[in-house]
């Protein structure tokens, strides 16, 4: 995989520190917490906590709009768009 540009970590670095993907980050890592809890997911176990309609679209993270999906699937949504490739899990 290609490594990442200086100006790239840069604006990444920038738009992860922004006040509304700060809170959208803590509301995501809040329901993956609850998920545990319930018995529907694990650490380690290769699953996503996803959005029916994401978060980009206006979506909001109550139960009733996520769902329980394996990471690649979820992560992977836009291969066949360009050069883009699915990130493959090595530890299996």
Do not use: F
């Not at 809040?30 to 998920?35: G, V």
């Amino acid at each position: 995989m290609a490594k990442s540009t200086a100006e790239k970590l840069a604006y990444q670095k920038a738009y992860d520190a922004r006040p509304d993907q700060k809170a959208l980050g803590v509301e995501r890592r809040r329901e993956r917490r609850h998920e545990i809890a319930a018995g529907k997911v694990a650490i380690g176990d290769g699953k996503d906590i996803a959005h029916v309609v994401p978060a980009s679209r206006g979506g909001k993270t109550v139960p009733t709009n996520l769902k329980v999906e394996a990471a690649a699937k979820n992560r992977g949504w836009r291969a066949g768009e360009g050069n883009y490739k699915v990130p493959v899990d090595k530890k299996k």
